[in-house]
């Protein structure tokens, strides 16, 4: 794990090795004058060094272990905050569109709360933990999809290819839901037909491999990257820092994003 010194910690380092050079001139000198002769003193010189040494890196173990403790910590709260922002940025579109449909279709509207209710439950309880199963991020994705089904008023051709062929992996929650909820929302919320959202995720040896594809209208098209995006780009890096690759790449009117995530 990388970590820095500060120039604080630096000036103190030196100042401890000018003193311990003082003091072995000072030791040097004296017991030169009054016992040059005396026996053992090449000893006692000896066993000063290796104490001194010892004394010294011992004090420099436990400062580089300080500042990597603190860098974790720093890291974990980091993580914590950007998983916080998941949530809210989800449910906020999602309780403005149950809004509008209170009073249209008040069934409907039931049972949208109850497929809520779920993802809630999943995203309070099992989003603050460190890893989650494979499999329970595949249902939350399904539960988000089945969801949207629920209040669109057109046809999506929506697919969702899933191959997992080995052990049910343990990832970080809440991986793949921003890139779904974007294909909805800059996809199919902007098309009044011909939308479609097509999904790959497959896990074998210790890797995942999950695509996502979906149209959009080019006349809607963003410049900007939105910040679920910036957030689940920081979130990998402080995750899988060299095990993850997040690519996307928009042709005419399609727009595909793929995420790897390797030894697992």
Known sequence: MNFRITDRKKAIIKRVYRISLVLIGVIIVVFNDTFGKLEGFV????LYFLVLFFTFFYWLFKQIKSIIRLKNEKTKTELMHLKSQVNPHFFF??????????????????????????MMRYSVYDGEKDTVLLSEEVTYLQN??????????????????????????????????????????????NLRKNAYVHLNL???????????ENNFDVTEE????????????????????KNHTLTTSKTDDIYLAKLNITNL
């Open 43 to 46: 000893e006692f010189i000896t």
């Open 93 to 118: 579109n999602t309780l403005n569109n149950l809004y509008g449909l209170v009073g249209k279709d008040a069934k409907k509207a039931q049972e949208l709360i109850l497929k809520l209710s779920d």
């Open 144 to 189: 988000y999809i089945e969801l949207h089904k629920m209040r669109y008023h057109k046809t999506i051709d929506i697919q969702f290819n899933i191959d997992i062929t080995d052990n049910d992996y343990k990832v970080m929650p809440l991986l793949f839901i921003i890139l779904l909820e974007n294909a909805f929302k800059h996809g199919v919320e």
């Open 202 to 212: 497959t896990a074998h040896q210790n890797a995942i491999n999950f695509e996502i």
């Open 222 to 241: 963003s410049q900007e990257e939105g910040i679920g995006l910036q957030n689940l780009k920081r979130r990998l890096e402080l995750v899988y820092p």
